[in-house]
């Protein structure tokens, strides 16, 4: 029995470290352990990350302070989350990635929360976004109006529409619905 115990925490180290996608193991936004894939999309070593705020990952203490908790609901729900999010690399550059995450204890999802990022593929018709209008992108997308989006980013109404306008442009489409239609057309 010892043995097949062996062979299988074995079996289980070599596919967390050869996924095709980073992994990161955070316990109260601390990295705890992340696998190789997950250190070649950040630009980090594995010893730089360990133990480490998932602050790393962002731009700014605002940054960080208002993208942390996004998800935060689903989680405690039991459910997983998912989004599109920039993960910011060792040298400043960032990367889109489609972000997941779940929790281990949906009570306390804090406690220990698995998450992966894959890379977006690049392609010619992916628009660079701004940090903000990824913030309203992903608000249409979760079904809120531009006044609930307005509140929860602490902008004006005003505001959210010209960000609007801008996704419109950038995405060559003629409302927000086609938009949304093509900004997960490029997820896939």
Same mark, same amino acid.
């Given at each position: !029995? ?5 062979? !299988? ?15 990161? @193991? ?22 730089? @990350? %360990? ?32 989004? !599109? ?24 999802? @804090? ?56 996704? %419109? ?10 938009? %949304? ?8």
């Amino acid at each position: !029995m010892f043995t097949v115990w062996r062979v !299988m925490q074995s079996f289980n180290e070599i596919a967390f470290q050869s996924a095709p996608v980073g992994i990161a @193991l955070i316990e109260r936004r601390v990295i705890r352990a992340c696998n190789q894939m997950f250190c070649t999309l950040t630009g980090f070593d594995k010893k730089a @990350l %360990l133990n480490q705020s998932s602050r790393v990952f962002y731009a700014s203490d605002e940054e960080f302070e208002r993208v942390r908790d996004v998800g935060l609901k689903e989680l405690r729900d039991g459910r997983d989350y998912s989004d !599109m999010r920039l993960l910011r690399r060792s040298d400043g550059s960032s990367i889109w990635c489609r972000f997941r995450a779940q929790a281990m204890n949906p009570n306390d999802p @804090l406690e220990q929360t698995v998450l992966t990022y894959a890379k977006v593929a690049d392609t010619n018709d992916k628009p660079d976004l701004t940090a903000r209008e990824m913030d309203v992108i992903l608000g249409l997308r979760a079904g809120q109006t531009s006044k609930q989006i307005a509140i929860l980013l602490g902008l004006s109404p005003r505001t959210v529409e010209d960000v609007r306008a801008r996704l %419109l442009a950038k995405f060559k489409s003629k409302n927000a619905l086609e938009m %949304l239609a093509k900004f997960t057309n490029l997820e896939n």
